[in-house]
């Protein structure tokens, strides 16, 4: 199953390393991270996506995480009601012939252009990673030159109350 | 005014010092009096500051040697050993040193010396990434990026070592932090702040309630102790524990000394090599109270067949050893000491043993560990880890290094004394006997300290006899030389079909000599008779020497736990 895992780290060099090197060391599968500075100075976040098999593994590298000097916090909010975005970028060939098709397959995504060629146009996408999914699969069919993903990088929403009935979007 | 400003200046210049003076001052405010330490380019700078400014430095003949030597100096005293090493190849001589100590838990603050700080990263010379190299093996490490954090550092570095589960903390200090001369603002009232780091002490009054009413209710309950009882020194809290509930119990390898080996209720050492008495009370028994253990698959066999109708309860003061790899219904993260008081401070029913003592009575008198010795083929091992505790009343500092030897000194000698026992269990390194027994008799001087010693290990950290020699360590090194590497042998010949592939050592230095190079008295025996006469005689001096102690080659330990076998099915239970 897949979790989404956020930790506070002090901003210390080799930070990152210590968090990726202790995954690898206890053989957890990142599949996507993300990190940047916080609203404390000298402290940052990290969101990473991991993928593991059952409970005790996840409260084991909750732990070993925990354990970390420089690891002030973590949470597992998967079960948690939560805001949670990424960013991709696409470039998607465009030949005049199917733009205008293509266009109007990207507005209900809100994707942005960010650059265009007379073959090609780079699309700036943002949501959670199902929406980035589904962008992906209908720009496939069209010619996928180039793609780059940042990662998942989310946090808890304010209200917790209302028992969302969740539909894992991961 | 002007009388003003030159007083200011004058204390500007007294305080102004070097990286490397600041360090040894930070030791000294830690209280450390013993280093083990190798010099070399990186870290003149501070052999240079410990010309000046004298602490006992020990110069093992190998950095690997000194690391183990503060091992064995840091599990017998309790206090963190701190080792020096050069950068490159200083420090990745230390690396073996370092894993061990993470996991067995051995508090060490390692200092290495890095190239300038212009330089890293340009593969300059004797550069190696020793941060990244240690970072999984290390408690945590520091690399000195500016010479002011320095005593902030040191600060911080012994006390992470030393508090929670210890562990070793390495800090890498590039050699122009050390030259580099600065203001020491001195930062004694300075507190240590680490908000990720608050190791939790005393248990939880709820998972206490719970564990009573568990124990209370058992029938047939068990306590598996661990280092973790050591490390608390809760020996005595848990010998009343035992007694007062009358609470059979078993150790770990390294757990071994928490109770006395001799304690009618001490069911000897659980896992691999444990006793089969041990081993069955851990499958039959149905409340499992594990303290300052990690069940480590040497200990616990086949998961699937470990404590199946146990209830567990485990104190652990590292909470991600809890469930790790067994289930536990009763998780107290605590410092065991404080564990073990807050339970003796409780009043509650003892659980009535009385049947289950009386079975577990039976199989210790059944099965006892045993050994058909001949007198035509030699001596076995076993007889000469049984002299050894004769003619030191089980009362010795005793160290081992790793292999068939080992586990014999843990299977016959029973320790009277907790911290005493000095061995190396998680990393199961060859070559660390010796030298921890170096580092074990600078910390007591005054006891008697014994390095039982396979042949092959031993030929790994020899060339620290120099410290012997150097310093009069009447250290007794007995070598059980089986003329093999006997634990790979033992598993060729039970699980290779004899197939002793790289294991039988036909040339082996001449060790009475090799002991007469490093003018150590050096003996050899051949049988018990001889034996009997030596071990007195080497045992009476306040010298150290050597004994090349010939045993017979094909003896096995045993019982034994057949890997991927649960605690269950032990073969030579009844000795062969
Ligand atoms: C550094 C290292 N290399 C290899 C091993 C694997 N190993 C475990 S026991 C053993 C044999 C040890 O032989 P010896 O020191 O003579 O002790 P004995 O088993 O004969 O008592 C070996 C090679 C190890 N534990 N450590």
């Known amino acids: 199953m897949k979790r989404i895992i956020t930790t506070t780290v002090i901003n210390q060099s080799g930070v990152l390393n210590r968090v990726t090197g202790l995954l690898m060391k206890r053989q957890f599968n990142i599949e996507s991270i993300s990190v940047g500075h916080t609203e404390q100075p000298g402290m940052s976040k990290m969101t990473f996506v991991v993928n593991v098999e059952d409970e005790r593994k996840i409260e084991q590298l909750l732990k070993q995480l925990q354990k970390q000097i420089d690891v002030i916090k973590v949470n597992d909010i998967t079960d948690k009601a939560m805001v949670m975005r990424e960013l991709a970028l696409v470039k998607v060939a465009t030949i005049p012939a199917v733009r205008s098709e293509i266009y109007s397959i990207v507005e209900p995504f809100r994707a942005t252009v960010i650059d265009m060629s007379k073959s090609a146009t780079t699309f700036q996408v943002t949501g959670d990673p199902e929406k980035i999914e589904a962008f992906i699969d209908l720009m496939k069919p069209y010619g996928i030159k180039e793609l780059t993903r940042t990662g998942v990088s989310a946090f808890v929403r304010e209200n917790q109350k209302v028992p969302t009935n969740h539909v894992s979007i991961l | ?576």
């Open chain 2, 1 to 576: 005014m002007e009388v003003n400003v030159k007083a200011k200046e004058s204390t500007n210049k007294e305080q102004t010092r070097s990286g490397a003076d600041v360090l040894i001052q930070s030791l000294k405010k830690q209280g450390v009096d013993i280093i083990f330490g190798y010099p070399g380019g990186a870290v003149l700078p501070i052999y240079d500051a410990l010309y000046k400014n004298p602490i006992r430095h020990v110069l093992a003949r190998h950095e690997q040697g000194a690391i183990h030597a503060a091992e064995g100096y840091a599990r017998v005293s309790g206090k963190t050993g701190v080792v020096i090493a050069t950068s490159g190849p200083g420090a990745t001589n230390l690396v073996t040193g370092i894993a061990d100590a993470m996991l067995d838990s051995l508090p060490l603050v390692v200092f290495t010396g890095q190239v300038a700080s212009s330089v890293i990263g340009t593969d300059a010379f004797q550069e190696a990434d020793i941060i990244g190299i240690t970072q999984p093996i290390t408690k945590h490490n520091y690399q000195v990026k500016n010479v002011e954090d320095l005593p902030r550092i040191v600060k911080e570095a012994f006390y992470i070592a030393s508090t929670g589960r210890p562990g070793p903390v390495l800090v890498d200090i590039p050699k122009d932090i050390s030259t580099q001369m600065f203001l020491s603002v001195t930062d004694e009232n300075e507190g240590i702040h680490l908000p990720g780091y608050q190791p939790t002490k005393n248990p939880n009054y709820l998972q206490i309630q719970k564990a009573i009413k568990v124990i209370s209710n058992s029938k047939k309950p068990l306590i598996l102790g661990g280092a973790g009882i050591l490390t608390a020194k809760a020996t005595r809290e848990l010998k009343e524990f035992v007694e007062r509930h009358q609470i059979p119990i078993t150790n770990t390898l390294l757990g071994l000394g928490g109770i006395d080996g001799d304690h009618p209720l001490f069911l000897g050492m659980a896992g691999m090599h444990g006793t089969y008495t041990a081993n069955t009370a851990i499958c039959d028994c149905d409340v499992l109270i594990n303290i300052g253990a990690r069940f480590d698959d040497r200990l616990t066999g086949n998961l699937a067949h470990f404590a199946p109708n146990a209830k567990v309860v485990h104190i652990d003061i590292d909470p991600a050893e809890i469930g790790k790899n067994v289930p536990t219904a009763v998780p107290i993260v605590a410092d065991a000491k404080e564990a073990l008081r807050e339970l003796l401070d409780q009043s509650f029913d003892s659980p009535d043993t009385v049947d289950w003592l009386t079975s577990l009575n039976v199989n210790k008198k059944e099965y006892a560990l045993r050994y058909k010795a001949d007198k035509e083929k030699g001596i076995l091992p076993q007889q000469a880890v049984e002299l050894i505790h004769r003619l030191t009343n089980g009362d010795a500092v005793v160290t081992t290094d790793v292999g068939q030897h080992q586990m014999w000194t843990a299977q016959y000698y029973r320790f009277n004394n907790p911290h005493n026992w000095v061995t190396s269990g998680g990393l199961g390194t060859m070559g660390f006997g010796f030298p921890a027994a170096i580092g074990a008799q600078l910390a007591k001087p005054h006891e008697r300290v014994v390095a039982v010693v396979g042949d092959a290990g031993f030929q790994m950290t020899l060339q620290e006899l120099s410290l012997l020699q150097e310093f009069r360590l009447p250290v007794k090194v007995v070598i059980l030389n089986n003329q093999s590497l006997g634990m790979v042998r033992q598993w060729q010949q039970t699980f290779y079909e004899e197939r002793y592939s790289q294991s039988l050592v036909h040339v082996q230095p001449d060790f009475v000599k090799l002991a007469q190079a490093y003018e150590i008295q050096g003996y050899k025996v051949e049988t018990m008779e001889e034996a009997e006469k030596v071990f007195a005689e080497a045992f009476s001096t306040n010298e150290p020497a050597l004994i090349d102690c010939r045993v017979v080659q094909l003896e096995n330990v045993y019982p034994m736990v057949a890997p991927g076998k649960g605690l269950n099915e032990m073969i030579g239970v009844r000795g062969e």
